[in-house]
T-cell receptor, first 114, second 113 residues
Framework: AQSVAQPEDQVNVAEGNPLTVKCTYS??????LFWYVQYPNRGLQFLLK??????LVKGSYGFEAEFNKSQTSFHLKKPSALVSDSALYFC????????????FGKGNQVVVIP | EPEVTQTPSHQVTQMGQEVILRCVPI?????FYWYRQILGQKVEFLVS????????KSEIFDDQFSVERPDGSNFTLKIRSTKLEDSAMYFC???????????FGPGTRLTVT
C-alpha cells in the first residue's frame, strides 16, 4: 500500500527566506504525487502535482516541487516565503492503478515569521 | 470553475445519533471519495465509490458507515450510530475518469457530544 512520510512537524522560516517542506513516499510503480495546502478552518486546496515528465513541477502561488525517483522524494519549495504562506501542507501519493485513493502524509505546519 | 460542495459546514450531534453528510461532486466526475481528518491529524481515506458501488474502503469504514448516490447528483455519507471518536472534518472528493487530480470539497466538521 502507498504511504507518505513528512518528517517534520513544523517548519519555521523568516519572511523572504527560502521555504522547503520535505516529503518521501512509498508506492508500487510510478507514483502520482500531489501537494495540498490547508488554511485554518478551510478545505484542502491543490498546489501542484507530478505525474510524468520534467522532475521539477511548478504550481500555484510560486511553489514548486522536485520529484527525485532515486530518493523517493517530492519536496515542496518556494524561493521566497510570504507570511500568507503560513498554513498546513500535505503531501499525497497515488498509485497509477486501482481505484486511486490518495495516501496523505501527516502534514507540516509552516510558520512564516515576519 | 466547478467545485465540490458539501453541506452542512458544521454538524453537531449526540452520541448514538445517525448523521448524513451531503456532497455534490463535480458534475462530469465518475469517482467519488470520502476522507476524514481528526483534529490535528492527517487526512485518512474512508471509501471510494465508482459505478454505483463501493470500490474500496479502509478499515475505518466499518458497518456503521454507508455511502449512497441517491439521485445521480448527491453523494452522501451516513454514520448510523455516532461515537465520540467520529468527531472529525469529513471531506468529500471527486475525480474525472481521465484526470489525475482529485478535487476536494470544503469539508463538514462533525462534532459528536
Amino acid at each position: 500500500a502507498q504511504s507518505v512520510a513528512q518528517p517534520e512537524d513544523q517548519v519555521n522560516v523568516a519572511e523572504g527566506n527560502p521555504l522547503t517542506v520535505k516529503c518521501t513516499y512509498s508506492v508500487s510503480g510510478n507514483p502520482y504525487l500531489f501537494w495540498y495546502v490547508q488554511y485554518p478552518n478551510r478545505g484542502l486546496q491543490f498546489l501542484l502535482k507530478y505525474i510524468t515528465g520534467d522532475n521539477l513541477v511548478k504550481g500555484s502561488y510560486g511553489f514548486e516541487a522536485e520529484f527525485n525517483k532515486s530518493q523517493t522524494s517530492f519536496h515542496l519549495k518556494k524561493p521566497s516565503a510570504l507570511v500568507s504562506d503560513s498554513a498546513l501542507y500535505f503531501c499525497a501519493v497515488r498509485a497509477p492503478y486501482g481505484n486511486n485513493r490518495l495516501a496523505f502524509g501527516k502534514g507540516n505546519q509552516v510558520v512564516v515569521i515576519p | 470553475e466547478p467545485e465540490v460542495t458539501q453541506t452542512p459546514s458544521h454538524q453537531v450531534t449526540q452520541m448514538g445519533q445517525e448523521v448524513i453528510l451531503r456532497c455534490v461532486p463535480i458534475s462530469n466526475h465518475l469517482y467519488f471519495y470520502w476522507y476524514r481528518q481528526i483534529l490535528g491529524q492527517k487526512v485518512e481515506f474512508l471509501v471510494s465509490f465508482y459505478n454505483n458501488e463501493i470500490s474500496e474502503k479502509s478499515e475505518i469504514f466499518d458497518d456503521q458507515f454507508s455511502v449512497e448516490r441517491p439521485d445521480g447528483s448527491n453523494f452522501t455519507l451516513k454514520i448510523r450510530s455516532t461515537k465520540l471518536e467520529d468527531s472529525a472534518m469529513y471531506f468529500c472528493a471527486s475525480r474525472a475518469r481521465d484526470e489525475f487530480l482529485t478535487h476536494f470539497g470544503p469539508g463538514t466538521r462533525l462534532t459528536v457530544t
